[in-house]
């Protein structure tokens, strides 16, 4: 099947997602002496980027390739809550469904590089639990709005205070009582993929699955047992493995056949940040779209490819994306 061909049904597609706000700031700066106060780089800056992070990269990926994203998560009152509102409505992505809990606090990512390294990241998540009236207003905001989806992504990044046990059932009860026969896709914390029960597909990392399984050698057998482990505890219907560099792996619950899907990758790694949202993007389109899983993941691993020679907070649209493949995918 010609991938190509497959991208333009997902034009217009509406993608719910659902999860952790992010801000992603840059500092950068030139580091020329080592710290009077210890034996680190003496970084003096030059300039700060802010951005949308994790949700607000796939949400950008999603409008940018020619889908309609729908937004449901919560922010802290404060000024990086207020700032991913705002981007978030400069996007013309509809904002109301954004919920503000004043109990808790935005979670950021702080990265510092200088001299086209990177030096240090700081991260802050969600500080304080996340109040039971702010998540029961997100839950209600899921029973009672959000109408015409064709498919649905939750992110869980593990920042802390929301995917909690009881908050994952609840949402996973809902979804499926309010959006029957839609596909439900999730990028879940490793630790806890076996609480996304019986979705459409489950997304990991290859490597960071293999490292919660305490699976050192990255061989096919290896990825194949921690593949299986997964699938079969969670109960998916799908599960891709990830990675950029070498194979990924498409498992499906109700075959032994394991899919392997060649890298495309032929340029230098210019940032790494915005591969998973691309695919995790993607994958929702195909799926709104009813493209097969294969197919599917092999356009998203495409578009990994793809944005891994961007800048950190680059898109591009259906059109990059299909001459790219033409000018690299191999079957």
């Known amino acids: ?50 951005y949308l992070g994790a949700i607000g990269l796939v949400l950008q990926f999603i409008k940018s390739l020619g889908g309609n994203p729908e937004l449901c998560t919560i922010v802290g009152d404060d000024y990086e809550g207020d700032f991913f509102v705002k981007k978030i409505e400069a996007l013309n992505v509809d904002s109301s469904n954004i919920i503000i809990d004043s109990d808790t606090n935005t979670p950021q990512i702080t990265r510092i590089k200088a001299m086209n390294q990177h030096l240090l990241r700081l ?59 839609i596909p439900i896709l999730a990028r ?17 990392n290859l490597q960071k699955a293999l490292t919660n399984f305490s699976i050192d050698c990255c061989t096919e057998t290896s990825i194949i ?27 499906y619950k109700d075959q032994e056949k394991v899919e392997k899907i060649k890298p495309i990758l032929n340029q230098p790694v ?32 495409s578009a990994a490819a793809l944005s891994a020679t961007f800048p950190p907070v680059e898109f591009f649209n259906s059109e990059t994306l299909k001459n790219y493949i033409s000018t690299n995918f191999v079957d």
């Open 225 to 251: 047992i921690a593949g299986k482990r997964i699938i079969n505890s969670s109960k998916c219907k799908n599960l891709l493995l990830n990675y950029l560099e070498t194979d990924s792996f498409l498992f």
């Open 123 to 181: 991260e802050t998540d969600y500080t304080t639990e996340i109040s039971p009236t702010a998540i029961n207003d997100l839950i209600g905001t899921i029973q009672t709005g959000y109408e015409n989806i064709d498919s649905i992504i939750i992110l869980d990044y593990g920042a802390g205070g929301l995917f909690q046990y009881d908050f994952i059932s609840r949402l996973l009860s809902t979804l499926k009582e309010k959006h029957k026969e």
């Open 270 to 301: 210019r940032s790494h940040v915005a591969v998973g949202s691309s695919i995790i993007a993607v994958l929702g389109l195909t799926y709104a779209s009813n493209i097969p899983v294969l197919e599917g993941a092999k356009i998203a691993m």
């Open 1 to 50: 099947m010609d991938l190509i061909e497959l991208i333009p049904k997902w034009k217009n597609k509406k993608v719910l997602v659902i999860g952790e706000a992010l801000i992603d700031r840059y500092i950068f700066g030139q580091a020329d002496r080592i710290s009077p106060d210890a034996p680190i780089p003496n970084v003096k800056i030059e300039r700060h980027e802010t």
């Open 188 to 204: 879940p914390n490793v630790s806890n993929y076996y609480l996304y029960e019986d979705i459409d597909l489950i997304k990991i």
